[in-house]
């Protein structure tokens, strides 16, 4: 009985259920094992400035992680925003083992802020949070299709941000196959979070970057964009 059979064409998931007849170019052992979403973590001190390094990125992955979204600062000093721009155009970064996306953040949305917004925009941005955007705002972050950030501010002071990724951070036909592969619980247990003990395999794209412990010679990660 599989309980958690995908199959993989390409980057996406093509087929669920009971595949145990099907063909494959390459197949996992995944009996006794549940197939989840890989996980997806706001990190806001990686900017395009410090871009995650490859050890960064491995020590995601150990949790998880198949997609991290990064910060861009739209208030930066005119010195530091130049960086950025710079960063944006010409990423300086190590290749990426999973996913990368930025959140633009502006505590006010002024001409300048808007204006880096627009230099940002096509570069990764998938999420925008700011106070009270203005019609301009508005109409740029509809132009190139970025979500608003929810947050919630929690009375204990940690902050969480909710962003959509449409057909990734799921198990579904036609889904981006970001997944991960983890121990199935003892009976009558549940699977409340990813335990980097129990993690078998890190799926990013369709492919293999972590097995048991084992980072392959892989970088099947992207930058994001809603563009």
């Known amino acids: 009985r599989l309980q958690a059979d995908n199959t993989l064409r390409g980057a996406?998931?093509?087929?669920?259920g009971d595949l145990h007849t099907a063909r494959g170019k390459n197949r996992l052992d995944a009996s006794d094992a549940y197939c989840m979403p890989g996980r997806v973590v706001w990190s806001p001190e990686i900017t395009p400035v410090s871009w995650p390094?490859?050890?960064t990125q491995q020590h995601w992955l150990r949790q998880g992680v198949t997609t991290l979204l990064g910060k861009v600062d739209l208030t930066a000093s005119d010195v530091q925003w130049q960086r950025i721009a710079d960063a944006l155009r010409y990423p300086p970064g190590s290749p990426l083992l999973m996913n990368l996306g930025w959140i633009a953040a502006a505590d006010a949305w002024t001409d300048i802020s808007l204006a880096r917004l627009a230099t940002a925009a096509p570069r990764g941005v998938v999420a925008a949070e700011g106070r009270q955007p203005t019609s301009d705002v508005e109409a740029l972050l509809d132009c190139w299709r970025i979500e608003r950030v929810a947050e919630d501010a929690p009375a204990d002071g940690d902050r969480f941000v909710h962003v959509t990724l449409p057909g990734r951070a799921g198990v579904a036909l036609g889904a981006v196959a970001d997944l991960v592969i983890v121990n199935r619980p003892p009976a009558g247990q549940q699977v409340a979070a990813i335990n980097a003990r129990d993690l078998r395999q890190v799926i990013v794209g369709g492919?293999?970057?972590?097995?048991?412990?084992?980072?392959?010679?892989?970088a099947p990660g992207m930058l994001l964009s809603r563009g």
């Open 12 to 16: 996406t998931i093509a087929a669920l």
């Open 53 to 55: 390094t490859h050890e």
């Open 207 to 218: 492919t293999v970057v972590l097995d048991r412990g084992q980072f392959f010679d892989a």
